[in-house]
């Protein structure tokens, strides 16, 4: 059974740095063709994927948040962890973990999600 | 960035009845291997959202099959032959063959009348 779970904090001021975890069990990340990806989901508002990291560990941003993020895989071998800098109001956001088997096929199985709330 | 279009932003829908989503991406989603990448993506009210389709008609896993997707080039379908109540939620369409970045569409909004 194949599970994605987010972790971090809910709250965060703005210009701070967010860093979430995404803790996956049922799959590795070292078989070919997997990859771990972040998506976000503002209030009422649409997906947007923000980063993707591969078996192999290349990795694939957003180019409009690309000087924001970091991914990289975690010190565990089920974990992968998205920084985003310099966090704004405007950030404020239900943030999906999700896997793919394949560059091209979307993301297969998602994790539940976990709301960050930017805010002074 | 490809964009994805979809309409309508919002389907009203009797129990029983079909239902068709558009989704129009501004360059063609033929990939150069010959396969075209365009995924549709269910979210029910409060939940994650779940894979539908991928390739542009092959269903998930589970997936029922009322649920069909159609297109090529520049335009889809997600076709619902007999709307259920369970199929309430937001539709999104999504592109795998020009990344990065990956883009959704905005959504449609199924509901029950």
Redesign the interface.
């Known amino acids: 059974q194949i599970t994605l779970k987010e972790s971090g904090p809910t709250l965060v001021k703005p210009t701070q740095t967010l860093t979430l975890t995404c803790t996956f069990s049922g799959f590795s990340l070292t078989t070919s063709g997997v990859g771990v990806?972040w998506?976000r989901q503002p209030p009422g508002k649409?997906?947007?994927?923000l980063a993707?990291i591969y078996w192999n560990g290349d990795e694939?941003?957003?180019?409009?948040l690309k000087n924001r993020l970091t991914i990289t895989k975690g010190t565990s071998k089920n974990q992968v962890v998205l920084t985003m800098t310099n966090m704004d109001p405007v950030d404020t956001a239900t943030h999906?973990c999700a896997r793919t088997s394949?560059?091209?096929?979307?993301?297969?199985y998602?994790?539940?999600?976990t709301l960050v709330t930017v805010t002074s | 960035?490809v964009v994805m279009t979809q309409s309508p932003l919002s389907l009203p829908v009797t129990l029983g009845q079909p239902a068709s989503i558009s989704c129009r991406s501004s360059q063609s989603l033929e990939?150069s291997d010959g396969?075209t990448?365009l995924?549709w993506?269910h979210q029910r009210p409060g939940q994650?959202?779940?894979?539908l389709i991928?390739?542009v008609s092959k269903r998930?896993s589970g997936v029922p099959d009322r649920f069909s997707g159609s297109g090529s080039g520049t335009d889809f379908t997600l076709k619902i032959a007999r709307v259920e109540a369970e199929d309430v939620g937001v539709y999104?369409c999504?592109q795998?063959?020009h990344?990065?970045?990956?883009?959704?569409?905005?959504?449609t909004k199924l509901d029950i009348k």
């Not at chain 2, 994650?48 to 894979?51: A, D, F, G, L, T």
């Not at chain 2, 990344?99 to 959504?107: E, R, V």
């Open positions: 990806g998506i649409p997906l947007e994927w993707l694939l941003y957003n180019p409009s999906y394949s560059v091209y096929d979307g993301f297969d998602w994790g539940q999600g | 960035d990939y396969n990448y995924n993506f994650s959202p779940r894979r991928y390739k998930d999104y999504m795998g063959t990344w990065p970045p990956y883009t959704f569409g905005q959504g």
